[in-house]
């Protein structure tokens, strides 16, 4: 196996022996901030009790709201001088966590980092260009340290403004790109429209992550710039990206266990869920010393893949993210995932690469509104082709969800585009 980092190529009994060993440290160096002194003292998780990593069960989940209730350094378990550097979460879902980091945390990420991008097949010859926002947002700085760590020619080009970006592909001659699954389909559509091939570029892999998006997504990025896409994960609260890498198998993302132990749990009883089955994510740090967090429920949902990956890595892998557990439609008592409406939409080659589901309330009725970009050459046909292609775009959907939409088809470039994460659903029912 072709590594960065030795760890890579641990068994089962050497990851799980060197996770037992952090854990230990890592609640004993969690005890001196006040919260986690209280908190572990309290279920009887002090370093004793903690043992082994059959004792990860004693130590209580630590949520989002744990988390906003300390900012800004009441998770601190070293001297603030200590601390070099923090990053905050997007707040996609409300008030923002920050994370304060050591320069040796700091160090640790930029290895995972280093190494996830090395396992996709990222080499020192590349030239990287980072099309994450920078700032506060883990995506700029966390994956641009990586990418120098593993010796590439960086080019930290920031969110959006697609003319640019362009321009220092060109000039640059990238080879890897870093970049939003949403912002991937835009700048493909923005090169396209301006008569340009987007296969022509000397591009060869995009590092794709940030935000949830389907399998159908990753073939049309591949196919629009003819190049190979791998899903990258991570989250703030543990460090930012580099947290879970798809390898080249493109068949999961390798979680690093020698730096986080996770868990998949039934998000309603806490309990954990049979191999394969679908829950919410839980993640423990084993390699922060400034501000460790343990048993962090992501509310991220998805599954262990059981059995081994052919690349010969034995971290476990964690399926492609359904989405958060709070992006869950619950719409005429049926539980509904904006990803499985993408599924559907994205089969069809006449939509183009935005949507926008609606919830709207009349009286006591709810009702799901889909809105879809289509492609600019198909929106000139017949009125009747494109009732046809709304029909059949409905029923497919009804098909997947259980409820029938109401489907709309928009023109290109109409619909809302952010330059951070795109926001798929509107939810009107309580206004
Ligand atoms: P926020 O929670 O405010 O968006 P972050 O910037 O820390 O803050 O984003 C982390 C979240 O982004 C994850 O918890 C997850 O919901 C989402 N995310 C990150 N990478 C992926 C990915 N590859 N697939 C799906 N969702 C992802
Ligand atoms: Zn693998």
Redesign the pocket.
Known sequence: MDFFDKAETWDRATIEATQAVRLRATVEQAMKSPFYAERLAQAGATPDAVRDLADLTRIPFTT?DDLRNQYPYGLACVPRSEFVRM????????T??AICHTQLDLNSWADLMARSLYMAGVRKEDVFQNMSGYGL???GLGIHFGAERLGCMTVPAGAGNSRRQLKLMRDFQTTVVHIL?SYALHLGATLQKEGEDPRKLPLRIGC??????TEETRHRIEAMFDIKVY????????N??GV?FECQAQHG?HVWEDAYVPEIINPETGAPVPDGEIGELVLTTLCRHGMPVLRYR???LTRFIPGDCPCGRKHRRID??L??SD?MIILKGVNIYPMQVERVLMSYPEVGQNYLITLEREGLKDSMKVQVEIREEHFVEDVRVLRALQENIARRLRDEILVTPKVELVQHNTLPQTEG?AQRVHDRRGQ
């Open positions: 989002k990053h905050c979460s997007s707040g996609t879902t409300g923002p966590v947002f883990t995506g699954p794709v992550g940030a935000e949830p998006y899903n990258s994960y991570g989250l703030s609260e543990m930012g990206p879970a993302l992501t509310r991220d492609r993210i989405g958060r992006d994460k």
